[in-house]
């Protein structure tokens, strides 16, 4: 079945300093690919998407491209701020018609000043 | 435009009493997904309704756990008896259109149940 493999935090990172958080997946055929967020206090939320192979999802700074050669879709931002301390979870979505979305685990960051 | 609306926000039962949850989805939503999130792990999809019928509830526990969405607008999820491991956030999101993969999912903001 799908699964997603994402690295385990928590990630501690000064402000300014680059992001990666890794993300590996297992599918067949061709899933779409998500980062979903979550603030403290409040629910999930989608941060970026690419649905096919080679495409690359943004927002908010954040990026994330669509690797099928390696199966990835590693999370990266330039310059953390503060305010991205946040759980970030990687899900996927199988190709052909309904495909219930499979989450990762989560992987917790905290940016300090 | 409302976001997606759960409560309760907590709840705390002890084990072998039944609790309930209330889904209220964004407006115009034909999908609604209830999931469960344990601690330290992902949520995982317990029950997806299109309008009011069920799509997929393969991971629903049917012994204990139960789900309605009359009128094909707010939910409800129970769970009768509870047990211990059932102690998780309890996530509602909504979509709007039919469940292709690749429509984006809005969550609620839970609802902590605790199970002592």
């Known amino acids: 079945g799908n699964s997603v493999t994402q690295m385990e935090g928590p990630v501690t990172l000064s402000e300014e300093a680059f992001l990666t958080i890794n993300c590996t997946y297992t599918?067949?055929?061709?899933?779409?690919l998500f980062w979903y967020v979550q603030y403290p206090g409040e629910g999930l939320q989608l941060l970026l998407k690419?649905?096919?192979?080679?495409d690359k999802g943004s927002n908010k700074g954040f990026e994330a491209t669509y690797r099928k050669e390696t199966t990835s879709f590693h999370l990266e931002k330039g310059s953390v701020q503060v305010s991205d301390s946040a759980v970030y979870f990687c899900?996927?979505?199988?190709?052909?018609?309904?495909?219930?979305?499979?989450f990762g685990i989560g992987t917790k960051l905290q940016v300090i000043p | 435009e409302a976001g997606v609306a759960q409560s309760p926000r907590y709840k705390i039962i002890e084990k072998r009493q039944s609790v309930a949850f209330w889904c209220n989805p964004i407006s115009g939503h034909a999908t609604l997904y209830w999931y469960q999130q344990i601690l330290g792990q992902g949520p995982k999809l317990l029950i997806q309704f299109q309008n009011n019928g069920v799509v997929d509830d393969s991971q629903l526990p049917k012994d204990r756990f139960s789900a309605e969405r009359l009128k094909g607008v707010d939910s409800t999820l129970k769970i009768q008896p509870a047990k211990l491991e059932d102690s998780a956030v309890y996530l509602c999101?909504?979509?709007?259109?039919?469940?292709?993969?690749?429509?984006?999912?809005?969550f609620g903001p839970g609802t902590r149940l605790t199970v002592l």
């Open positions: 599918a067949t055929g061709y899933p779409s």
């Open positions: 690419a649905t096919k192979a080679d």
């Open positions: 999101a909504s979509s709007l259109d039919p469940p292709s993969g690749t429509d984006t999912q809005y």
């Open positions: 899900a996927l979505s199988g190709s052909g018609g309904y495909q219930k979305v499979t």
